[in-house]
């Protein structure tokens, strides 16, 4: 059973850092697409950062010099770095999982079958 467990959210300060942590069992990062997602209240769910299985990668314009996807395989897990957090984002976080290349755009959430539980991250001004 594919399985995502997130966490690593919480209160910080503008300018401040968090570092999210998605750990995986029942599938090898590897065979998967791996995917960062946020939903602010409001707002549709958009793509940090993602990497499919056959390399490529997506990472949102207006985040990439802020935020850092990485993966430990040796822990089968996967992480998202975030530093100089703003108010605006302000949102909960999603790890997702979806076997195989990712036909469609990596950002597309509706791509990904596995989802993570969101965790809240809540930035202060």
């Known amino acids: 059973e594919v399985q995502l467990q997130a966490s690593g959210g919480g209160l910080v300060q503008a300018g401040g850092s968090l570092r999210l942590s998605c750990a995986a069992s029942g599938f090898t990062f590897d065979d998967y697409s791996i995917g960062w997602f946020r939903q602010a209240p409001g707002k549709e769910r958009e793509g940090i950062s993602c990497r499919s299985s056959d390399g490529s990668t997506y990472y949102a314009d207006a985040l990439k010099a802020r935020f850092t996807f990485s993966i430990n395989n040796a822990e089968n897990t996967v992480y998202l770095q975030m530093n100089s957090l703003k108010p605006e984002d302000t949102a909960v976080y999603y790890c997702?999982?979806?076997?195989?290349?990712?036909?469609?755009?990596?950002?597309?959430?509706?791509?990904?079958?596995?989802w993570g539980q969101g965790i809240q991250v809540t930035v202060s001004s």
């Open positions: 997702s999982a979806q076997a195989g290349i990712v036909s469609s755009s990596l950002s597309n959430s509706r791509a990904y079958e596995h």
